[in-house]
T-cell receptor, first 115, second 111 residues
Framework: DAGVIQSPRHEVTEMGQEVTLRCKPI?????LFWYRQTMMRGLELLIY????????DSGMPEDRFSAKMPNASFSTLKIQPSEPRDSAVYFC?????????????FGPGTRLTVL | SQELEQSPQSLIVQEGKNLTINCTSS?????LYWYKQKYGEGLIFLMM?????EEKSHEKITAKLDEKKQQSSLHITASQPSHAGIYLC???????????FGQGTRLTINP
């Protein structure tokens, strides 16, 4: 399995522009999570989905952030308009849950820089 | 997150030495996860603990969850340069799927 796939790996944009981050979870996983990591705040959960349905978006910082999961193999995190304080590494993770295990597997992340 | 405190924040050890990283919560841990992260990369899953008193090992890394399920430790025996990185503990504090993470422990191994 290729693991969780994220694109792009790096994104540099100017303040005010729209940014879209993409994630392909591991096949067969039915939960997907978006996290943001910064030096100041560490790793924070933004939103998560179960079976493509958003369950908890209480971590989404503002209305400028939105996330969708149109099907089991694809999710997007959109920031519009972007601001310099949005600069961070954004991780997507998918979850495998069974009688024997309950683990989140992380993608390589997208490093976002907003100038 | 202040809900999980990791100590120490950074650690420098000589290759071959043993070391321990701690993760403490003020709340009961329904599940405790250890991950390793290298700069510019994602988090690599190491181990998950659920039961009080549980202990798991993988190669030279051992993780324990105390009986009260409020503290976990990660122990590395005979450290190697490949162990260098940032170790993060993540915890399910609500019995749901939401994980909160500690601030991480940056481990450096000197040859």
């Amino acid at each position: 399995d290729a693991g969780v796939i994220q694109s792009p790996r790096h994104e540099v944009t100017e303040m005010g522009q729209e940014v879209t981050l993409r994630c392909k979870p591991i096949s067969g996983h039915n939960s997907l999570f978006w996290y943001r990591q910064t030096m100041m705040r560490g790793l924070e959960l933004l939103i998560y989905f179960n079976n493509n349905v958003p369950i908890d978006d209480s971590g989404m910082p503002e209305d400028r952030f939105s996330a969708k999961m149109p099907n089991a193999s694809f999710s997007t995190l959109k920031i519009q308009p972007s601001e310099p304080r949005d600069s961070a590494v954004y991780f997507c993770a998918s979850r495998s849950r069974s009688v024997f295990t309950d683990t989140q597997y992380f993608g390589p992340g997208t490093r976002l820089t907003v100038l | 997150s202040q809900e999980l405190e990791q100590s120490p924040q950074s650690l420098i050890v000589q290759e071959g030495k043993n070391l321990t990283i701690n993760c403490t919560s003020s709340k009961t841990l329904y599940g405790l996860y250890w991950y390793k992260q290298k700069y510019g990369e994602g988090l690599i899953f190491l181990m998950m603990l659920q039961k009080g008193g549980e202990e798991k090992s993988h190669e030279k890394i051992t993780a324990k969850l105390d009986e009260k399920k409020q503290q976990s430790s990660l122990h590395i025996t005979a450290s190697q340069p490949s162990h260098a990185g940032i170790y993060l503990c993540g915890a399910d504090l609500q019995g749901a799927q939401k994980l909160v993470f500690g601030q991480g422990t940056r481990l450096t191994i000197n040859p």
